[in-house]
């Protein structure tokens, strides 16, 4: 009956705890100033709900770390317990805890994202335990996520066999903490949801119940084994000491310092400042290169058909100067076969003219040509052929061996050499080619006329 009375008194005000969450919770603290916490606005008294309804009397105390209202790691202590409670009879059920539990934690606050001091997070880790948020819906809420160590001395027995021993836990915890109600003094009265999980390690003996004999024989010693356990539930309230209630602590340090704030925003500002200057410089790096080798492009283009235009231009000049070339030596070859045709005179030519109008050098020629003969009176006495032309030659020699024609170039076609006649060592008469360096030209009849002219 006193079981069912206390459970029931402790339903009745885990009722009315639940009423006042209900409430109007106070006004998030947004000032921006760092204040400096006292020994008392650093402690917090505390207990979990759900383990008075299973009849475990609990109480926890907390104490901040630091000592900013930017000081978000706390260490606590709980303790509970219901151990070796008394009964006139050794019971069937038996519910015995001791348990002392210890506690880190860190508080902190959701924060807005703008994409520039405050990013999204994209690894897979960093979003399982951010704090970041698109929306900040309920800005006066603080969680928090720690990790815990406990030792416990336990007797539990729900069926036919109990289990006696003690257990190490060490696990992680998770939760919220919301501020409901400040009083006049300043303290301030907090709830509190969270769970902790972990692993146990547990010692224990197994027994029986006998109800003959009004005992528990043990029926086997020494059993151990390792446990995952979920070592609280956590539904409770916290009262704070002091004057600063939980919206004005556990803040982000960048929200209460001016300072802090001004070097943050300085700091970031100098990486956006860098990240756009990196971006222009990448902008103009590209730019300037896709310009370069636009142009570069168009520079080898214009080249190469200018150095193929050049190409086809000398292969033009050259194919005309091999072409100028050609003609300029067929016209060359047949002005020469003209001009040796139109020097070779006729052979009547030179005997209708009178003999005395003919020059001693001419009329020799014709004769030893084969043209005439020349009397050797015609010839004056002082000539040099008088002697050469007394008794003309028994074989007189061809035409064409005396007289041929010699172009040079294209100049001079029209004279002929006329090799003079030497009697050599066996009495024939052969010509030389050039004996004296000088030349007896016959080709033109005026020359030969002027000559004659001279002679007389």
Request: net charge neutral; charged share 25%.
């Amino acid at each position: 009956m006193k079981q069912a009375y206390k459970t029931l008194r402790a339903a009745l005000c885990a009722a009315a705890l639940m009423v006042a969450l209900l409430s109007q919770a106070q006004v998030i603290d947004r000032r921006p100033e760092t204040d400096t916490l006292s020994l008392a606005d650093r402690i917090t008294l505390r207990t979990n709900a759900v383990d008075w309804l299973l009849l475990l009397p609990n109480i926890g105390v907390e104490f901040d770390l630091g000592n900013k209202n930017w000081s978000r790691w706390s260490i606590g202590l709980d303790v509970r317990g219901n151990w070796q409670t008394k009964h006139t009879f050794k019971p069937g059920v038996v519910y015995n805890l001791a348990d002392v539990r210890g506690e880190l934690r860190y508080y902190y606050r959701p924060k807005q994202i703008d994409n520039r001091k405050v990013k999204k997070h994209t690894r897979f880790l960093d979003r399982l335990f951010s704090c970041r948020r698109d929306t900040v819906k309920r800005p006066q809420l603080a969680y928090y996520r720690g990790a815990y160590a406990s030792y416990s001395d336990f007797s539990f027995k729900f069926g036919s066999e109990g289990k006696q021993g003690s257990a190490l836990t060490l696990g992680v915890s998770w939760g919220l903490v919301r501020p409901l109600y400040v009083f006049r003094n300043g303290h301030s009265f907090d709830f509190e949801l969270g769970i902790k999980v972990g692993l146990a390690y547990a010692k224990y003996d197994t027994y029986r119940h006998s109800r003959e004999d009004d005992c528990y024989p043990v029926t086997s010693r020494g059993n151990s084994g390792i446990y995952p356990v979920v070592s609280d539930l956590h539904v409770g309230f916290a009262y704070r000491l002091g004057k600063y209630p939980s919206p004005s602590k556990y803040r982000w340090r960048y929200d209460v310092d001016y300072n802090f704030a001004m070097l943050q925003d300085s700091i970031n500002d100098a990486r956006y400042r860098a990240r756009i200057n990196e971006q222009t410089e990448d902008s103009l790096r590209e730019m300037v290169e896709k310009e370069f080798w636009h142009v570069y492009e168009a520079a080898a283009g214009v080249n190469k058909a200018s150095a193929d235009k050049l190409r086809q231009q000398q292969k033009e000049a050259e194919r005309t100067r091999r072409d100028s070339l050609k003609a300029a030596e067929g016209k060359a070859g047949r002005a020469a076969a003209d001009s040796a045709v139109a020097a070779k005179p006729a052979p009547d030519s030179l005997a209708a003219q009178p003999a005395d109008t003919l020059s001693a050098d001419t009329l020799l020629a014709d004769s030893l040509a084969g043209n005439t003969i020349v009397p050797a009176d015609s010839l004056p006495a002082d000539s040099a052929w008088t002697d050469s032309v007394a008794a003309p030659p028994a074989d007189p020699l061809p035409a064409d061996s005396v007289a041929a024609p010699a172009a040079r170039g294209g100049e001079g076609a029209g004279e002929a050499t006329v090799a003079e006649a030497k009697p050599d060592e066996g009495g024939d008469t052969t010509t030389d080619d050039n004996p004296g360096g000088g030349e007896a030209t016959a080709a033109d009849p005026n020359e030969g006329k002027e000559n004659g002219d001279e002679a007389q």
